[in-house]
């Protein structure tokens, strides 16, 4: 069974840094491009960035980059999200999501892990 | 990056009414259109890839058309658990974008 486990968020001051982890089981995760998506709640999903299968690749939107850092451990099985100089705005639940390969859709989502940027 | 406009953002509907969700891309991206169910508090389920192919284990109700810019998701008849909210996903290009939503009520 395919799953995936976010761990690491919670409360954090703004300007501090979260690290976010998804742990992947029950598929062959080098093998496949895998992605965070955020959401305010209550609102819509943001996709946020997206690391290809080897780790050779990244991008992020424009509202987090040079701040965010995606990053991969494949003999792990575990996907990252090193957050840097966080903002109110960051404030969300964070998903990550695998890609399937051919027509590109998140087939799989972990069950989100919410990080709040108060003082 | 490619902009995904979904309308309407929330429709009232009866269980048993055909519902139609519309969603449009800024620049054309083929057929490279999914659409997405979400229960609160929950993560997105994948409903509708590659703009009409079903996913394995969604009811036949859900079927999906469209290519180019205009997509179009339908519920041939609402079912009490489908009242949720839908989102597009464009995966021609990166950012993969999203639509804003529809959430789907009971009248």
């Known amino acids: 069974e395919v799953q995936l486990v976010e761990s690491g968020g919670g409360l954090v001051q703004p300007g501090g840094s979260l690290r976010l982890s998804c742990a992947a089981s029950?598929?062959?995760?080098?093998?496949?491009?895998m992605h965070w998506v955020r959401q305010v709640p209550g609102k819509g999903l943001v996709w946020v960035s997206r690391m290809n299968s080897d780790g050779s690749g990244t991008n992020y939107a424009d509202s987090v980059k040079g701040r965010f850092t995606i990053s991969r451990d494949n003999a792990k099985n575990t996907l990252y999200l090193e957050m840097n100089s966080l903002r109110a705005e960051d404030t969300a639940v964070y998903y990550c999501?695998?890609?399937?390969?051919?027509?590109?859709?998140?087939?799989?989502w972990g069950q989100g892990t919410l990080v709040t940027v108060s003082s | 990056d490619i902009q995904m406009t979904q309308s309407p953002s929330s429709l009232s509907a009866s269980i048993g009414d055909r519902v139609t969700i519309t969603c449009r891309a800024s620049?054309?991206?083929?057929?490279?259109l999914n659409w997405y169910q979400q229960k609160p508090g929950k993560a997105p389920k994948l409903l509708i890839y590659a703009a009409s192919s079903l996913q394995s284990g969604v009811p036949s109700r859900f079927s999906g058309s469209g290519s180019g810019t205009d997509f179009t998701l339908t519920i041939s008849s609402l079912q009490p658990e489908d009242f949720e909210t839908y989102y597009c996903q464009q995966s021609y290009s990166t950012p993969r974008t999203f639509g804003q939503g529809t959430k789907v009520e009971i009248k």
């Open positions: 999501a695998r890609e399937a390969t051919a027509s590109r859709y998140f087939d799989y």
């Open positions: 029950g598929f062959t995760f080098s093998t496949y491009w």
């Open positions: 620049q054309s991206i083929g057929s490279y």
